[in-house]
């Protein structure tokens, strides 16, 4: 439900006293009408006599040049006024518009069975897999094996609340529109086959927005998950497993094991290959041999369709990091990737 603004208050209480005013004013009118047909022509205001120039020159006069310059100085004060709120007015606006559009957004985000009642709007189940607060969580998926049978599989899903430190708002908008190929993410949007129009997209992306965590909190969670580990925070290989291997490496999402726990095959090794290209038996070295290009990359990400590297591919799909790790962790993942 919308609630009202104090300019819209305002507004009506506005209207309401005009139209007030207007019939107080013709019924007071209807009042002082003349008894007698015909006394109008006399006491219409243009025949009576009006006043000498001595009453005209007195405080009459006075009395008009003070309203005259109390009005002055309500435009002299009053335009500027306005002008010097008004860009704040329009950035509030902009505030309350975006406020708005991320709760419709958490409205759409949350899981199919949650019990939020709150207008007609649905809710497309985004936190089923990705978490109620968009922390991450796990998917229930099936993939084809070589042989032709299925395996069911718990797919550990992205966390959200760091999504926009990765990629572009347009990257994710493209990313929700159009899925992700051969994992649980399907096409959401309509130009992708999906149920979401683009608005209801946008309103996604607003609710994404407001629930990043700082680069500080991605720090401490990664500093602790890693101590609780006996890992190093700048281990190479380490970080590699935690950031990268999702695409770099087949089977890392469902830890090649079903979704009753047992394995399904022996996993590949490190960086050969998956959603993102190989990364061993040196191609990375023959695509990155200057290291500082290769540390720029992942730092920065890929655009869309711009050829990187030296033997100019690119998909626009490698999200960059430097938002969430730092210099000396970058410079880790590259040392370890180096050596795949």
Known sequence: MMVATTQQH??????????????LFLLLSVKKGPDQIGDEAAM????????????????RLENAQRAAVALLLVVVFGLPMYWLREPGRQTNAVKGFDRESAHRGFLLFQPTTSAIPEGNIGHFGCGNCHGTNGEGGVANYTVTNTDGSTTALHWTAPALNTVLKRFTEEEVDTIITYGRANTPMPAWGVAGGGPMNEYQVLDIIEYLKSIQISRKEIQKGLTTNFQAQGLNPNDGAALFDQFCARCHTKGWSYSWKDATGHPVETPPKPGSGAYGPNLTGGDTL????????????????SEFAKPYGTRGVGTGRMPGFGQMLTEAQIRAIVEYERTL
């Not at 009576?48 to 005209?56: A, K």
């Not at 023959?286 to 990400?301: M, N, V, Y």
């Open 10 to 23: 305002l507004a009506v209480a506005f209207v309401v006293a005009l139209v007030l005013g207007w019939a």
């Open 44 to 59: 219409a205001p243009n025949r009576r006599p009006y006043l000498d120039d001595d009453g005209l020159e007195g405080r």
């Open 286 to 301: 023959r695509q990155f041999p200057d290291e500082a290009k290769h540390i720029e990359f992942i730092t920065l990400g």
